[in-house]
């Protein structure tokens, strides 16, 4: 699961160490950013953790403020996801927000199938890369005439070519083979039309890696038939959340999966599905896993690379050798009982550092 972009951005160190802004968010997420805050002490990760509380409930302009003033003074954040109100038109996202306001135009999530995990496939190993600030989450919708709601999808040739230009990239920089790009061109034939039309001209630029292009729907099936075909996937913003669901529930579900938004100036880490979990709020059943796992990405971003093997190996090790597993994935053991499984993984490791 090593997931190394460090070779993007260096951020600025005081004294070896790191502040990180921690953004709560809604449902597990706080308890889930609290056992990465402890494993991280274990690990004796040298990152100082500076909290915003921020959550659905908080949704004002000055919480918002606050939050992305952090997260610029900082450079890198770790968040919770915040729950969206779908029943009140006037309630935006605040995760878009965040995105589009710190521009993290790069979503990155890779799904990989882990080793005595159940899970309906075991030969998935794919990266999939979303363009992060356009597309149908720009939020422009309107009712002119009663009962008719326009709602407008904008695409445009700049940011089209920006992340497919960054998928190529990382391609290039992980020793990836193929980069699949995803759209309805058939249909949208101008916006979506004019999404692959960036996509084949900037592939013409790495010859050595092969191109290939899926409409959304055929790329669905595919993912699910047969996943094993998919390296990297590059898409616009909405289908590139649908088929990262679906790839995160290939290998075992929600819990599993880090995350990361990635600009040219910022990034923050979160779990790959954006979800809540505010079902299992209290009940020390969530999965920790897929937020640890976004802790050592952030990690390996800030270049301290030997903690995030430490603990990312360990993760493994509990997860695969040990079979230390929540009940989503079909264990038994609670979300402390994994998370403490990992620091005693960690301890004797760190005595002769």
């Given amino acids: 699961m090593l ?5 993007l951005f260096k951020q600025a160190q005081y004294g070896g160490r790191h502040t990180v802004t921690l953004m709560t968010g809604d449902g597990v997420g706080p308890e ?21 509380e921020i959550n659905s409930s908080t949704n004002s302009p000055e919480v918002m403020h606050n939050a992305m003033l952090s997260v610029r ?26 995105r589009t306001g710190l521009n993290l135009y790069a979503s990155i999530v890779c799904c990989k199938s882990i080793p ?11 990266i999939l890369i979303r363009e992060n600030t356009e597309g149908e989450y720009r939020q422009l919708e309107h009712e002119n005439v009663k009962g008719v709601v326009e709602s407008l999808k904008i695409i445009t040739r700049e940011r089209s070519t920006r ?10 920089h992980h020793g990836r083979k193929k980069v699949t790009a995803i759209h309805k061109a058939n249909i949208m034939k101008l916006g979506d039309g004019l999404f692959l039309e960036c996509c084949r001209s900037v592939s013409k630029k790495y010859p050595d890696i092969e191109f290939n292009d899926l409409i959304i729907d055929n790329a669905s099936m595919q993912m699910v038939s047969r996943p094993e075909q998919f390296d990297v996937l590059v898409s616009p913003n909405l289908y590139g959340n649908v088929l990262s669901n679906i790839a995160v529930g290939l290998v075992g579900g929600a819990g599993l999966v880090p995350g990361m938004n990635i600009g040219s100036g910022y990034a ?20 920790p896993v897929g937020m640890l796992l976004a802790g050592c990405d952030m990690l390996d971003y800030l270049s301290h690379h030997r903690h995030a093997t430490l603990i ?11 079979g230390v597993q929540t009940p989503d994935i079909g264990g ?12 005693d993984e960690i301890k004797p490791k760190t005595k002769s550092w």
């Fill in 3 to 7: 997931v190394s972009i460090s070779y």
């Fill in 32 to 52: 889930l950013l609290g056992h990465v805050q402890e494993v991280f002490r274990y690990a004796g990760a040298p990152i100082d953790f500076e909290k915003i």
């Fill in 73 to 98: 003074r900082n450079g890198v954040a770790i968040k919770g996801n915040i729950e969206t109100k779908f029943d009140d038109p006037t309630f935006k996202s605040m995760n878009v927000a965040l």
């Fill in 116 to 126: 005595n995990v159940s899970s309906r496939q075991n030969k998935i190993d794919m």
């Fill in 163 to 172: 992340i497919a230009e960054f998928a190529f990239d990382y391609a290039v």
């Fill in 268 to 287: 923050v880490f979160e779990t790959g599905t954006r979800n809540s979990g505010r079902s299992l709020t209290g009940k020390n059943i969530a999965n």
């Fill in 312 to 322: 990312r190996e360990s993760v493994q090790n509990v997860l695969s050798d040990k």
């Fill in 332 to 343: 038994q053991a609670t979300t402390v009982e994994v998370v403490q499984a990992v620091i």
